[in-house]
């Protein structure tokens, strides 16, 4: 018995041996099942990352992202770079005579929007607010200050005697980034919600907000224009007492000359939208 298994198992063996097409076939199974083996999930490109924690993070309007979502966000934005949007470092296609801004729209929906800014040296985006919204900025490229206020009563206009339609605010940051720098996040009424950008090098700035600046709702974005505190007698009575802070009135004003920028056609890799 034990001789008669010996025998057939030496012919089973050399006839898979002497039958190429068989070892061919035997093979190509063994790789087939090596590579189902190895496989690994897809691997998500990094502005697909961006969309779907995105997807998570913003709810809409009236909310802002939850501490875990935040710092998810945060974190996945640090780790941009230009080449995740295919854009070059060298920033040629902006005019070296120009200080005109430039934008493109990476994506946009209700709830968010993320674009990027293009700003030659010298550009200013001038002071600005982001009614209810939550914004994530982060500079790819170059060097920006950044000044930014937030309103020391965010739903009441202060009216000194002598001044109308002005609001008293404090300042919250006023500090040069750049792409070394760690994502920096505004909140509706903290953290700077209004700012101002100044290019001190050409640079390259992302933007994630949410919700989306949206006119028929309500969040249309205004501009304000600082007019230097003054304690007077009135502001003695009503203003906040000499605390170490730096306020200072903000005026709000038409749309100005030099907020107009520029749109560019947005090339880069292209978002695959999933349900929410
Ligand atoms: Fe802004």
Same mark, same amino acid.
């Given at each position: 018995?034990?001789?008669?298994?010996?025998?057939?198992?030496?012919?089973?063996?050399?006839?898979? *041996?002497? @039958?190429?097409?068989?070892?061919?076939?035997?093979?190509?199974?063994?790789?087939?099942?090596?590579? /189902?083996?190895?496989?690994?999930?897809?691997?998500?490109?990094?502005?697909?990352?961006?969309?779907?924690?995105?997807?998570?993070?913003?709810?809409?309007?009236?909310?802002? &992202?939850?501490?875990?979502?935040?710092?998810?966000?945060? %974190?996945? !934005?640090?780790? #941009?770079?230009?080449?995740?949007?295919?854009?070059?470092?060298?920033?040629?296609?902006?005019? &070296?005579?120009?200080?005109?801004?430039?934008?493109?729209?990476?994506?946009?929906?209700?709830?968010?929007?993320?674009?990027?800014?293009?700003?030659? =040296?010298?550009?200013?985006? &001038?002071? %600005?607010? %982001?009614?209810?919204?939550?914004?994530?900025?982060?500079?790819?490229?170059?060097? *920006?200050? *950044?000044?930014?206020?937030?309103?020391?009563?965010?739903? !009441?206009?202060?009216?000194?005697?002598?001044?109308?339609?002005? /609001? #008293?605010?404090?300042?919250?940051?006023?500090?040069?980034?750049?792409?070394?720098?760690?994502?920096?996040?505004?909140?509706?009424?903290?953290?700077?919600?209004? %700012?101002?950008?100044?290019?001190?090098?050409?640079?390259? !700035?992302? @933007?994630?907000?949410?919700?989306?600046?949206?006119?028929?709702?309500?969040?249309?974005?205004?501009?304000?224009? =600082? !007019?230097?505190?003054?304690?007077?007698?009135?502001?003695?009575?009503?203003?906040?007492? =000499? @605390?170490?802070?730096?306020?200072?009135?903000?005026?709000?004003?038409?749309?100005?000359?030099?907020?107009?920028?520029?749109? #560019?056609?947005? #090339?880069? &890799?292209?978002?695959?939208?999933?349900?929410?």
């Amino acid at each position: 018995m034990t001789t008669e298994v010996k025998q057939s198992d030496q012919k089973r063996r050399i006839t898979k *041996v002497d @039958d190429p097409s068989k070892r061919t076939r035997r093979k190509r199974c063994c790789r087939e099942t090596s590579m /189902k083996m190895i496989r690994s999930p897809p691997v998500m490109f990094p502005l697909q990352k961006l969309y779907l924690t995105c997807l998570d993070a913003f709810k809409g309007v009236g909310t802002v &992202p939850s501490p875990s979502d935040d710092q998810k966000l945060r %974190h996945v !934005i640090d780790g #941009l770079m230009p080449e995740d949007f295919e854009l070059p470092r060298n920033l040629q296609f902006l005019d &070296p005579d120009s200080t005109v801004v430039v934008y493109t729209s990476v994506y946009q929906c209700q709830n968010f929007s993320i674009y990027i800014l293009f700003l030659p =040296e010298n550009a200013v985006i &001038p002071l %600005h607010n %982001h009614p209810g919204m939550t914004v994530f900025s982060k500079v790819l490229l170059g060097k *920006v200050h *950044v000044k930014a206020y937030d309103l020391v009563n965010p739903h !009441i206009v202060d009216n000194p005697p002598s001044l109308s339609q002005l /609001k #008293l605010a404090c300042l919250k940051v006023d500090n040069v980034f750049t792409s070394r720098c760690n994502t920096s996040v505004l909140y509706p009424t903290s953290r700077g919600n209004i %700012h101002a950008f100044t290019a001190i090098t050409p640079c390259m !700035i992302l @933007d994630v907000v949410g919700p989306s600046y949206s006119k028929k709702d309500g969040r249309d974005c205004s501009y304000y224009k =600082e !007019i230097p505190y003054i304690v007077s007698q009135y502001e003695q009575m009503t203003m906040p007492k =000499e @605390d170490g802070k730096c306020y200072r009135w903000l005026e709000e004003i038409k749309k100005p000359k030099e907020s107009e920028i520029d749109r #560019l056609e947005y #090339l880069g &890799p292209q978002i695959v939208e999933v349900s929410p």
